[in-house]
Structure formats: structure tokens, C-alpha cells
């Protein structure tokens, strides 16, 4: 049978993911997401849905859920852990959008109404959807997040955010066979450094930086990369503290022990960190030795109160675990060392220093995850230099698919 599909974002650059396929009487959309810009900039606006997939509960991925599942109350096929860390995202996303006066792309009520339409499933679970069969499997990236196989005449995989190696919190995704494969192409062109080297590396200017009196603050996105990051310094016998958002995303996983690699590890991880509860806390962890908050892209959140009073520190430092995206603070530090905080331009002395953490496949491990799954039809998304595949996939049919213009596909 022939479907139709369209990325109404996200086939060309990573944020506002969102794609759709239509057939056997049915639309479904695969994601949802927006890119958290200043202000933030949304997928094209999604046609009658009867389905919903969410991979994981990233903001590109998850953000502009509720404008589809609150309106048409259509069904959401997601991880109950993805639902309920999305959950967050979504009424964080208000929360911010009221705070800057920017456009409310759905209301508490939409959110409420995504929240009832969810139909969860566990990795390996196979649901029937008009005949069309769509399993979900484990993709690696963070806790909960998930790849959606579809099997009609032939099968359809669709990775979303995927690693395929170990990390500390969560296991590897595994190639599936299949004819059609819809990948995600974050780091074409790119690969990491070895993760054993990049922790040593790590652990290494934390020492110095506390021996010589400073103070460690390392901005974090919520959602995996703290967890990552306390999981890998659980052991050091450090005053550590832990703001923002990864507390409560800590704590939802924890919840959801099934879907973490260690759950052991992850306890004892939150129990070495003190957790930040209010302004006194907050004090104290000033004086503490590492402080591990959220934003991750120094923009919002806690963070911004720790760089003002750490900002003229040339003792401590400032250690950027995660991607720092154009027009964001954390680029601006990389770029021209100052930040901006309530409007004002600072310059920053304490050293700046940037670790590989990611937690996507790099460009070797994409190949090698493709050849694996053996597929006619490899579909590149999420990704700005998808490009560079080009020459390693000489033996599939590639496509580079464009935001707003369908394409078909025997599925
Ligand atoms: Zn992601
Ligand atoms: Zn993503």
C-alpha cells in the first residue's frame, strides 16, 4: 500500500519536529514539536489527526503536542515516563510564553485533555491501527524515548532522536530491519570523542577547579543530561547541588525504574546531590563545590542567578555539557565570553571549558546503525548538513525530504 508523508518541520534542521502519513483511510502524525527560540518558532500547522506517536519528551519533539491531542482529542501512542516528563515540557512552555508575552500555542486545557488521550506502551508492545501494525522499540537517547516500527506490505522505521552506544543512564538503541527508514542525522559530518576520555577529561578540571578554590557550575538541559552528568560524578565525595527542572525529571524517573539502565546508580546519584529547595538553599549551594542546574543553554532558569554571583570568579569555571544553539547565552559565552542577565551584558572570568556528552548517534554510528537495518529507502530528518550521508549511502535510495511537500512511500 502507498502512504503519504510530510515533515511539517524539522526535515532540515534539528527543533520543530513533525511529520505526517496518510493512508488506509487514516492520518497520523509522528512528533510534534517547537524549537525554543526567542520567541519560540512552531512546525506548520497539522491537518486532522486520528493518531499521535511521541519518540520522547524533548521540547523539538514533544512541544506542540496538546495544539493537536486537545483539539482533536486523537490518541497519543507514547511511554507513560515520555507522557509524563512531556507533561512538564508542555506547562513549562506556557509558563514561559506568559512570562515573555509570547504567542500561547495551546491552553492548561489542551495540555489536560493530551494527558487523557494517551495510550501508553511499553518497548516491544505492537498496537493494530487499521491493519497498519506499529511496534515500539527502545531508541537510546534518553529514559522513555522510543523508535516507531510500522508493518503493513513492507516496515516502516522511524527513529527519532537515537544513540547507539552505551550511556551511563540508558542503554543503545538496536538496528531493525526494514525497507523504509526515517533516521535522524544530528551529527552528519561529525563524530564524538570517546566518552571513556571525555569523563576523564571532565573529572580532571573539576578536581583542579576545587583544589584551587573555585566553584564548578555546570548548566544542564532537564531532561537526561543532568541525570547523565550526576550519574558520572555520584561518587565524588563533593558538596554538590542540584536546581531547576532536573530535580523533578530526576524524580519522574525514578518513577519508571524499566526504563533506566542502573536504577541503583541513579538513587544513590540523587542522594549525593542536595537538592536546591528554596532561597537559602540556594545560598548555600553558592558555597558549595559543584552546581549542576538547568538551563542548559544558560538562557533561563536558575542558572542565571548562579552566573551573577560566580561571573568575576576567574577561580571557577563554567563547564558546558550540552549543544549551544545560535542567539543563546551559551553561545555568546563560547563566541565573545559575556552572557546576558535581566538585559544587561556581562563579561565573564571564569574559564569556560565544553565536553561532548551528547546523547546522538554521531555520524559512524548512524552508517553503521543504517547498513545494520539493511533498508531501500533511507529518509534523513533532524538534521542541518544531511548532505555529508550522502557519499557513505551510495548503496539506498536517500531522501532528503523538505518541510511542506509530501512525498510517497510503499509502507
Ligand atoms: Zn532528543
Ligand atoms: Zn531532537
Redesign the pocket.
Known sequence: MEMEFEFLGGADMVGRMGMTMKGNGMTMLVEYGLSPTKPPEFPLPAPKIDHAFLT?A?L??CGMIPQVCGRYNCELFTTPLSAEVGELMMNDTLKIAKAEDYVQPYTVGDIERTMRAVVPMKYNDTISLKGVDVTMHDAG??PG?AMFEFEKDVKTVYTG?IHTESQRLVGPAKPLDCTNLFIEGTYGGRSHPSRKETEQRFLAKIEEVIERGGTVLIPCFAVGRTQEIMLLLRNLGYDMWVDGMGRAVTRLFLDYPEYIKDVKHLKSAKKRFNEVRNGASRDNARRGDIIVTTGGMLDGGPILGYLKGLKDDPKSAILLVGFQAEDTNGRMLLEQGCVKIDGDVYPVACELQRYDFS?HADHGQLIRFIEKCDPDNVIIMHSDTRDLFLPDLQDYNVILPETGKAFHLEV
Request: avoid cysteine; glycine fraction near 0%.
Open positions: 520522547h524533548h523539538d519533539h537517547h534518553i524515548a532522536d546523547a
